[in-house]
């Protein structure tokens, strides 16, 4: 197969070639202006139909308790290193150390970190690191309240690859980028939320 | 020559044929329009939001570029950090050596059943009749592929393959098929009764399959955009994940995602992002699959590359922003191009991966006008494509001996010859201007006669003018 390939490659006329990649001057992060990049992440977030919230570092945990309670969420997955700190009485918390999947999509929904906030677009990257957890936690509930700390937050798509890539190595993490609550398209091209993913989104940006 | 196995559907009836039944279908009609135009809407204006789209194409572009001309260096590499990282490669020559590898994995694990991420791929190799002879069931699990798949339909849509059904027919088909009467037209509910549907199957199937959007060489990882969130499910509850993708979806480095992931979203969905996007890397430990293989594909992916012209057709990344602003499509819909890629890319790709003897229409299934080169986000310039592949079907043609009676083909041949030359060229115009009178009303030939008749049975004919730019030139020239 690779045979065959080479000499489809180098038989015949090779066309026109451009130089091996590009310096095509696209842009690779935002102004720096910090309070605007967060300001429009809130906003973009929100454009997806998740909400979007403010808190300090010292008031996670009434800030989780009090959405929780508008939620009228009780039993909820957290990743085994979620600090003590961020846990509001009222709340059953149960941490995950590999426990059964039925257990995990049996809960009212999953709090956790995230490992990176994009701003032009509104995303949410997790890769599994610091407070984040498995794959798993963050999918099989039907609601995810997600805590960002406004220094994670981005400009730009490039920039959050050149972000991710400085701590690149082998093996690597398992990336999962979130852009508002589960969608659709698929009935008359208009977005529906809410298919398999956490059907419900929110997020806190901690400043 | 090539059999047309996979790829385009068999019996499908010439493009023309398909197309004229298509657009008698005022339904289909109704449903394509509304849309194709919505969702031309929403791609417009998430594009004009960047300063630097074009940038961004020709980025694309230029890394595609590089990845065709060392497309052996990048798999080769691709092969070494996937296994590196726990996984396993396997090289598929074709449809039927993949099929073959994928089944023979799922019987390894004693699943007789799967769940699968829309994957265009292995749609191409036609992956869930080869499981289904092999006594595995294959589940659908994207709610556009669900409705095809208990509809018993074939896509329409690359991205959207039940965009030819609207909301009233989807909840018929979901009332009949998941026993749920009571069921309302309403997106939302439909949607609620495929999360329901699909939920024991996420959690107790063992085996998944799916495609790849793209695959970094660099580092290993594969990635795959969607947007329900059957995709994470696939890629994250089962224990082994089987992953098909055509050679050509390699990128070679990690930061080439920061211009695929502004490209692809904008341009398909028309969001600034969707809503899920999986990468990983071989296997990880204690999270998601725990045997994971990468089957590569080239299935007439190679015949493409050795194509200086054609080649470019390899960069597709199966967006469907030049399938939704095509005129022709959006009048016909998929299922006239009677191949698993509609539209302008498939009537490009499809040609060239089964041979244009058998699919001769498609080149043809175009005006030509171009805007799908225009919101292409790799700038693949697809009516260039057209030109070349319509080139290669007439020349075929002329390689076979019925040619030399065709009526078509000698009529070029003759005025290619009258053409040639100016004094035969002038001696046709004469004689034409005296030949055409019966057929010439306000200067326009209607009914033209003879092979003439099919042309204009579309198109009037601008009839030859008492005096031609030739006459008119001679005597300006005397007048002087």
Not at chain 2, 97 to 116: D, F, H, M, P, Q
Not at chain 2, 444 to 465: Q, S, V
Request: with cysteine; net charge negative.
């Amino acid at each position: 197969m690779l045979a065959k390939i080479r000499t489809a490659i180098n038989t015949g006329d090779r066309g026109d070639f451009h130089e091996a990649h590009t310096s095509a001057p696209y842009i690779t992060n935002d102004d720096g202006n910090v309070a605007v990049r967060i300001e429009l992440f809130a906003h973009r977030v929100a454009e997806y139909k998740a909400w979007v919230g403010h808190c300090t570092a010292a008031g996670i945990a009434q800030a989780v308790a009090e959405r929780l309670v508008i939620r009228g969420k009780k039993r909820m997955v957290i990743p085994s290193d979620l600090p003590d700190s961020w846990l509001s009485p009222g709340v059953e918390y149960i941490r995950d150390s590999q426990l059964d999947r039925t257990v995990i999509a049996g809960m009212d929904g999953v709090l956790s970190g995230a490992a990176l906030g994009i701003a032009q677009t509104g995303t949410i990257v997790l890769d599994g690191g610091r407070f984040q957890g498995r794959r798993m936690i963050s999918l099989l509930p039907d609601y995810h309240l997600c805590i960002i700390r406004a220094q994670d937050i981005v400009g730009v798509v490039p920039e959050a690859f050149a972000q991710l890539a400085t701590t690149m190595q082998i093996p690597m993490q398992p990336y999962t980028f979130i852009s508002g609550p589960s969608a659709t398209s698929d009935i008359e091209l208009n977005r529906v939320e809410g298919v398999h993913g956490p059907r419900t989104l929110d997020v806190f940006i901690v400043e | 020559m090539k059999k047309p196995e996979s790829v385009i559907i068999e019996l499908a009836p010439r493009f023309e044929v398909g197309a004229k039944a298509a657009v008698q279908n005022t339904q289909l009609r109704r449903n394509m329009g509304k849309a194709t135009q919505t969702i031309r809407g929403k791609r417009a204006g998430v594009v004009d939001e960047l300063a630097d789209w074009e940038s961004l194409r020709v980025a694309g572009q230029h890394i595609k570029d590089d990845v065709m001309q060392h497309l052996d260096t990048y798999l080769i590499q691709l092969e070494a950090t996937v296994t590196q990282s726990g996984g396993h490669v396997h090289w598929a020559k074709d449809a039927h050596e993949a099929n073959e590898i994928v089944t023979r994995l799922i019987k390894a694990t004693g699943s007789t059943e799967i769940i699968k991420v829309k994957s265009l791929t292995t749609d191409e190799i036609r992956l869930n009749e080869a499981l289904e002879l092999a006594g595995i069931t294959a589940i659908e699990t994207d709610l556009a592929e669900l409705i095809i798949q208990l509809a018993h339909e074939k896509s329409s849509h690359i991205l959207v393959p039940a965009i030819h059904k609207n909301r009233s027919e989807i909840r018929a088909l979901f009332q009949k098929s998941m026993n749920l009467p009571d069921l309302t037209d309403e997106p939302k509910e439909l949607a609620a009764a495929a999360r329901q549907f699909l939920r024991d199957k996420f959690m107790s199937v063992r085996v998944a399959t799916s495609g790849a959007n793209f695959a970094i060489a660099e580092t290993g990882s594969v990635c795959v955009v969607e947007s329900e969130g059957n995709g994470r499910m696939c890629l994250t509850m089962p224990e082994v994940l089987i992953t098909v993708m055509g050679i050509e979806k390699i990128l070679p480095r990690w930061q080439d995602l920061g211009v695929f992931m502004q490209l692809l979203p904008r341009s398909s969905t028309g969001e600034r992002m969707n809503p899920y996007t999986s990468i990983w890397t071989g296997v990880h430990a204690d999270d998601g699959p725990q045997e994971f293989h990468l089957v590569l594909l080239d299935n007439g992916r190679s015949d493409v590359l050795a194509d200086a012209v054609g080649r470019q057709t390899l960069h597709c990344i199966r967006c469907s922003a030049c399938i939704n602003v095509c005129p022709v499509y959006e009048r016909t819909g998929g299922h006239a191009y009677g191949s698993v890629y509609p539209g302008p890319i498939g009537a490009i790709l499809t040609p060239q991966l089964v041979g244009t003897a058998h699919a001769d229409s498609l080149p043809y299934a175009s005006s030509l006008c171009g805007a799908c080169y225009d919101v292409c986000p790799v700038r693949i310039n697809i009516p260039e494509v057209l030109v070349h592949l319509r080139g290669k079907v007439v020349a075929e043609k002329q390689t076979q001996p019925q040619s030399w009676f065709d009526g078509e083909n000698l009529g070029m041949k003759a005025m290619a010859t009258t053409f040639a030359h100016r004094t035969t060229y002038e001696l046709a115009q004469h004689a034409g201007q005296l030949a055409q009178w019966p057929f010439v009303h306000d200067g326009y030939i209607e009914n033209g006669p003879g092979p003439l008749g099919k042309w204009t049975a579309m198109r009037d004919f601008p009839a030859i003018p008492a005096q031609s730019f030739r006459d008119w030139w001679r005597e300006r020239q005397r007048d002087e």
